[in-house]
């Protein structure tokens, strides 16, 4: 599993993290060999990364074509950070069956409300569950590695979460490669506890630290149930069944 890209140190960072559709899905026309991934439509939730991978910003598909798209903010979030026209980014979601889609494309204009990109492509080349990465600000508490029974929690707030590690806003200090145990709650499901390593550090604010944290392995299971609860989340959709235990990945 791939270590998924953070931060730069930035002033407008905050603006990186920060439509519902009732039509049908509507495919896009991108040729035979595009048909094993995900499809877009309007609504859809995509994340725009530089082509080396540092996220730029997330948002909603507004209106699509078979080599263009334009993206504008999702409900809540704070404005788009400004990208160089004609700028290569690549973009990466999945659609309403789980299938994840990653596209390229080349920045058309750049606005704080609105991105439009032309020359869109499908990338075959990635096809990992452990991309998508949902910006979601809730409370967790971190623990040192040998504080097993969790007594002494530090109580810091999720940036961010995928299959492959989280993101977290924190006043206590921690050191890149130190590893720590870190218990979330995602709505109405059940506490979720990980072992994790440190593998960012940037001061945001003065006293105020973002650390990307990378998860132990997971298992095939724990992704994809991972994968539909963070999808739910992103889609709006509420849990519908009760979970006896609580998640230990």
């Known amino acids: 599993m791939g270590i998924f890209s953070f931060f730069s ?9 920060l439509r519902e559709t009732e039509q049908l ?20 939730h995509l994340d725009v990364m530089t082509r080396e991978g540092e996220p730029l910003l997330s948002g909603r598909v507004t209106e699509f074509s078979p080599d263009t798209l334009t993206l504008g903010r999702l409900p809540g979030e704070l404005s788009f950070k400004i990208s160089p026209v004609g700028a290569a980014v690549s ?5 309403r069956r789980l299938i994840p889609l990653c596209l390229s494309g080349i920045v058309q204009e750049s606005g704080r409300t ?4 032309k020359s869109l492509k499908i990338e075959h080349h990635v096809e990992h569950r452990d991309n998508f990465r949902l910006p979601f600000t809730t ?51 059940a506490p979720l506890n990980f072992l994790g390593q440190v593998v960012r550090c940037v001061e945001h604010a003065p006293g105020v630290f973002w650390y990307g944290i990378l998860f132990a392995q997971l298992t095939e299971q724990e992704i994809t149930a991972l994968n539909k609860t963070l999808y739910n989340l992103q889609m709006g959709i509420k849990q519908t069944h009760v979970r006896g235990e609580e998640g230990h990945w």
């Open 9 to 17: 140190r930035d002033d407008e960072d905050a603006e990186d993290l």
């Open 25 to 44: 899905p509507q495919r896009a026309s991108f040729p035979p060999d595009a048909a094993p991934t995900g499809e877009l439509y309007e609504g859809m």
């Open 91 to 95: 973009l990466s979601g999945y659609d």
């Open 114 to 117: 609105v991105l439009r990109l």
């Open 139 to 189: 409370p967790v508490s971190l623990y040192r590695s040998d504080d097993e029974r969790q007594r002494n929690p530090e109580e810091c707030t999720l940036v961010n979460i995928s299959t492959g590690g989280c993101c977290v806003q924190s006043e206590y200090v921690h050191v890149e490669d130190e590893v720590v145990r870190i218990r979330v709650k995602l709505e109405d499901y």
